[in-house]
């Protein structure tokens, strides 16, 4: 073999080493997935939105709750039988209002029960997620956030609320048509938001309470970045635990591991689930 051939040789090596790396943390997350799994007698989902640096200049991309997310763990939810429980685990910035609400309702449908797991943040869509489930699990220092609509003006994004009160502080005739009819579209993003919210939270506080509740995270109250802690949340009524299980640590560590990889799917889980009488097989969404 030439040196021509040897130097081809190590450059196919070396280009296999970033795949190679990538197969071996995906084998280790579905490994720690299914010791999770056995120990909690529950199918895991894994919601993951990290912010990546990808290209020579280590530009970061931010990621976030997406149709493909909501389809990939729909998919995980049918499949998963009604007496089996689920845990999903999330840590997200939020995402699209569509895909969040498509996740909340299938994780309330489901009819064994759901807990969602938080070991650092899920703000916005994300709390919409948790607020679906059956149990809400964070570290003690881990934050959800308000989950008030936002809409696009003029190629930036408002808190609904913020556009009501203007037209609110305004006569109508200083106002211009742009802002009116994003004023009308504020209104019924709020009372939309708000009644979602106020069915996720019904059968868990009372009626009059689960109201207040809803109307406090979907209308302005806060901003949309403010972190509510685990005593915020308490105070409002809000059922959570912060036993956390160590191995959700430990799974989230081996997100961390990968850095530079837009090809990891943000939802991740197991397929095929046998019970945890039995195996369960490799795979991802």
Known sequence: MGGLDLLFLLIFLM????????????NARYSKIREIERKRGSRVITLIHRQETVGFFGLPISRFIDIDDSEAILRAIHMTDDDVPIDLII?????????AGQI???IKRHRAKTTVIVPHYAMSGGTLIALAADEIIMNPDAVLGPVDPQLGMG???????????VLAQKPVDKVDDQTLILADVSRKALRQMENFVFSLLKDKMPEEKARSVARDLTTGKWTHDYPLT???LRAMG??????????????MELYRAEVGSLRRPSVEFIPTYHGVRNHNHNGEA
């Open 104 to 106: 909340a309702r299938a």
């Open 238 to 251: 809000i059922n959570v635990s912060t036993d956390v299980p160590k191995e959700v640590y430990e799974l």
């Open 155 to 165: 190629g930036s994004v408002v808190p609904a609320a913020s556009v009501v009160k």
């Open 91 to 99: 840590h997200t910035p939020g995402g699209l209002v569509l895909a």
């Open 15 to 26: 280009s296999l080493q970033p795949v190679i790396q990538r197969k071996m943390l995906q």
């Open 230 to 232: 685990v005593d915020d």
